[in-house]
Structure formats: structure tokens, C-alpha cells
């Protein structure tokens, strides 16, 4: 994680803000203003929360003044101010991958899938500039394995349930307020877990959890929108969300490019060994890869779900690799992931140097 934070930040440092990271403070500057809602000229369709946390570290005009102490470095260091609640969400989607990866496959399968999360390009470079696709990305990713974990819980006594629940409404709310097609994408993907893995008799409670859910959800959202009636720009836009756009396979095209060429060579050979051998074909491994799966065939207009798909296949391989480091393929199969991760460490370098 410490690799990660230092590698984001020192390329947040060496990299001047774009043109379209200058829109989206401009544009964020707008829609913070105290203004009422109808006197926008445009109101936010998508992606609120993009807006809300890109100015949450941005120092006073008094602080950037150049006769203030300290006031000319903070004004050198202003991009990587604006770009580190990005950088935030990159790590806390590491922490939730490493949580759930080493409560699915012990140690060494979550010591894999965040090495590889941590040293990869893709997840350096969001983690790094001013996007919605990283917040996203931590609430897709939060809202599968927490209606998991719901499904589970609903096997326990009804007490122990609102916990749980409150967290899917969060993670649902917070993906929500970063892309709505990703909040619809992760609301498919959680009806079915719960209706999976909840008792059969409880099928009505597994329906009243996501109900409630996205209850939380909705009023988070509202919050976001700062309880007015900017919200109806959001309902206006789910008109055109609602339907899935075809796969535009060019959309992964990153993925290809060769400073990620050591992660897709691990994950062919997790494929491989996923096809081949049937010890490895449980839930814990099928579920990353079906979401894998969902998120490439089904697109919504006006997303870049490049870097959803980055911690399923870290996880995915992460549990592949646990599996043959219990087998009697463990010493090759080190002398693979060392040499596969440390090639990838040394080619995310570039980015930040």
C-alpha cells in the first residue's frame, strides 16, 4: 500500500493538471458555490460525487498568497492537492481488496492480489488524477462482496443484519454518486448473491435488504445533491442509463498496452489453470471472473469501466495463485509470481519517475 501511495503521489506531483481535470474543477467550483439550484445553468447529471470531493483538500484562497508562510509550496503542490482524495479511494479500495482477498485465500492469495493491485499501472494512473472511474471502481467492488457477505448473514439471527445492511446502502449510494451505470450494474450483481446465498425461506428478507439498501442509497444521494432539487437532473439522466450500450471492446484496450503485459500473462495462465483443473473452480474463484465477465459485455453510455474490472482480476488471480502454492507446484509457482510481480514493479516505475 505504501508502494502505491508513493507511487501515485509522485506521479500526481510530475504531472500538470489536463484540460479536462481543469473542466471538472471549474466545473466543481459551480456547483459548490451557494447558489440555488435553479439559477445553474446546467444542471449535474452523473457523477455528483466526482465534483464534492475533488475540492475537499483545496486550500484557502488566504493560505496560496505567496507572502504567507508556506503559501508558495502550497501553491506548487495544488494539483496533487486536488488529485489526493483520488489517491484516498485508490487505497481504500486496496484495503477492501486485501481483506477480501486473504479472507477467501489465507495470506499468500492476498499477498498476491495486492501486489498486483498495488503495482499496477492502471490503478496508479487513477489513483492519480481527477476521475469518477476510481470511486466507482472501490463501490462496485464494495457492493459485491458486501451482499455477500449480506447473503451469509442472513443465515444469523435478524439482530445481527443492520450493519451489514447499512454498509451495501453506503456502497450502493457512495457508486451511485460516482457513475450511476455502475450503481445499476452493482445492483444486478447484488439481487443475485443475496437470492443465491440467502436461506430459501428468507427470499423476502434477502428482497427487503436490497429494498432497504437502496433506500440508504437514495437519501445519500440526495445529500449529495444537497437535499434540493438538483437531484431531478440525476432522474432525468436515468432515462438514458437504464440502457446497456453494446461492448465496446476497445474500452479495454489499456489493459493491452505493454507495461501491463506481466499482470495479463498471470491472468492467461489463471484462466488456464481455472479451465483445467477442477479444484480451482469454486465460488470464491468464479465470482470475480463473472464479474469480469458482466462488466465487459454490459457498458452504460458515458462510462470508462477500464479500471472496474482491475481488483476482480487481482482477486481472481489472487486465488488462483493461493490454490497452486498448495499444491505440489508451490515452488514454481513462486518462482513465477516473484518474477511475473517484480517485472510488473519495475515497469509501473516509468510513471513516476
Known amino acids: 500500500m505504501l508502494a502505491l ?10 504531472t500538470p493538471l489536463s484540460p479536462d481535470e481543469l473542466q471538472l474543477l471549474n466545473r466543481s467550483v459551480e456547483i ?10 446546467d ?47 485508490g487505497l481504500w479500495l486496496g484495503g477492501a481488496l486485501w481483506w477480501v482477498s486473504r479472507r ?3 495470506n499468500e492469495g492476498g499477498y498476491v492480489a495486492l501486489a498486483l493491485f498495488c503495482f499496477s499501472p492502471l490503478v496508479i494512473l487513477a489513483s492519480s488524477r481527477i476521475n469518477a472511474e476510481i470511486i466507482a471502481a472501490w463501490g462496485l467492488f464494495g457492493i459485491v462482496y458486501t451482499a455477500i457477505g449480506v447473503g ?40 443475485f448473491f443475496l437470492l443465491y446465498l440467502s436461506p430459501s425461506d428468507r427470499t423476502l428478507a434477502a428482497l427487503a435488504v436490497f429494498a432497504t439498501a437502496w433506500l440508504v442509497a437514495f437519501i445519500f444521494l440526495l445529500g449529495c445533491y444537497g437535499w434540493d432539487s438538483s ?40 484462466l488456464a489453470v481455472f479451465a483445467g483443473w477442477k479444484r480451482t473452480r469454486y465460488f470464491g474463484n468464479w465470482t470475480p471472473l463473472l464479474v469480469i465477465v458482466l462488466i465487459v459485455l454490459l ?31 508451490r515452488r514454481s509457482t513462486q518462482v513465477v509470481l516473484a518474477s511475473f510481480i517484480g517485472l510488473q514493479a519495475l515497469l509501473s516505475f516509468p510513471l513516476h519517475w
Open 152 to 191: 451469509h448473514t442472513l443465515y444469523s439471527p435478524p439482530r445481527r443484519w443492520p450493519p451489514r445492511i447499512l454498509l451495501l446502502g453506503l456502497a450502493f449510494g457512495f457508486t451511485a454518486a460516482a457513475h450511476l451505470g455502475a450503481a445499476l450494474l452493482g445492483a444486478g450483481l447484488a439481487i
Open 299 to 329: 457498458q452504460f453510455p458515458g462510462t470508462a469501466p477500464v479500471i472496474w474490472i482491475a481488483p476482480f482480476v487481482y482477486v481472481f488471480a489472487g486465488g488462483i495463485a493461493a490454490d497452486l502454492l498448495e499444491s505440489r507446484y
Open 104 to 106: 477467501l485465500f489465507n
Open 32 to 41: 459548490t458555490a451557494p447558489i440555488k439550484p435553479e439559477l445553474r445553468k
Open 5 to 14: 501511495a508513493v507511487g501515485a503521489l509522485m506521479t500526481s506531483r510530475k
Open 231 to 270: 437531484f431531478s437532473g440525476l432522474l432525468t439522466y436515468a432515462g438514458e442509463t437504464l440502457r446497456p450500450s453494446m461492448p465496446r471492446v476497445g474500452s479495454f484496450a489499456s489493459w493491452l498496452e505493454p507495461i501491463n503485459l506481466p499482470t495479463i500473462a498471470l491472468l492467461l495462465v489463471a
Open 43 to 89: 444542471p449535474v447529471a452523473d457523477s455528483i460525487l466526482l465534483y464534492r470531493v475533488t475540492r475537499v483538500f483545496e486550500p484557502s484562497f488566504d493560505q496560496l498568497q505567496p507572502g504567507r508562510a508556506y503559501g508558495t509550496a502550497l501553491l506548487s503542490w495544488l494539483p496533487t492537492l486536488y488529485r489526493l482524495p483520488f489517491l484516498v479511494f
